[in-house]
């Protein structure tokens, strides 16, 4: 079965770092992409970037380059999302979501979530 | 980053369509683009429903009824998700999404629908 388990839930401080996580299951975690998606409280969704664990190359949205950080480690299966600082702003909900893949080619479609990373930024 | 513009909120009776659009800024052609749709319900996810370039390239989610189905209105420069047969349990949002180029995904606003 496919899963993607990310991290609990997180309450930081303006200024402080965090990384939470995305664990990948039940399939060959190098081969297929993930997004990053954050939703701010009671807003839409908005798509974050990407990578590639099979060579941790990424790609961000413009509205997000600089200000977050997306890795991958294939040996543990886990994707990252990470913040040197964050901000009030940043307080969202956070899903993974794998792209699907098929014969080795990866779409721009994601057929499987993870549950969700709270994040609160407050002082 | 373009905007892809979706009303706020849309209501139909249950057994009747909903016509859910998605707009396109005018200096780009929704001809040109797969649209990619999704519905989310509260303290959930999203889920994947459908793909749709053409009516001859188009893809369902796992699991996605046929009475939700893609199209395109190139006079309006929209994309539009009908579902058809409402039933109770399509109470959700629904959000567009392209890929202006294979680096960047954009996300419409969402539209909330409501079955009466």
């Known amino acids: 079965e496919v899963q993607l388990v990310q991290s609990g839930a997180e309450v930081k401080k303006p200024g402080e770092s965090l990384r939470i996580s995305c664990k990948g299951s039940g399939y060959s975690f190098s081969n297929y992409w993930i997004t990053w998606v954050r939703q701010m409280p009671g807003k839409g969704l908005e798509w974050m970037g990407k990578i590639d664990p099979s060579d941790s190359s990424t790609d961000y949205s413009p509205s997000f380059q600089g200000r977050v950080t997306i890795s991958a480690d294939k040996s543990s299966s886990t994707a990252y999302l990470q913040w040197s600082s964050l901000k009030a702003s940043d307080t969202a909900m956070y899903y993974c979501?794998?792209?699907?893949?098929?014969?080795?080619?990866?779409?721009?479609?994601?057929?499987?979530w993870g549950q969700g990373t709270l994040v609160t930024v407050s002082s | 980053q373009p905007v892809l513009t979706q009303p706020p909120s849309s209501s139909a009776s249950p057994g009747e369509s909903a016509r859910l659009t998605c707009t396109l800024p005018?200096?780009?052609?929704?001809?040109?683009?797969?649209i990619y749709w999704y519905q989310q319900k509260p303290g959930s996810p999203p889920r994947f429903l459908l793909s749709y370039y053409s009516d001859s390239d188009k893809g369902q989610g796992s699991g996605v009824p046929s009475r939700f189905s893609g199209s395109k209105d190139a006079s309006a420069n929209a994309a539009i998700l009908l579902i058809s047969g409402l039933q109770s349990e399509d109470e959700a949002d629904y959000y567009c999404m392209i890929w202006p180029n294979t680096a960047s995904g954009v996300f419409g606003g969402g539209t909330k629908l409501t079955v009466l």
């Open positions: 005018s200096d780009i052609n929704v001809g040109t683009y797969n």
């Open positions: 979501g794998r792209h699907y893949m098929i014969r080795g080619v990866n779409f721009y479609y994601f057929d499987y």
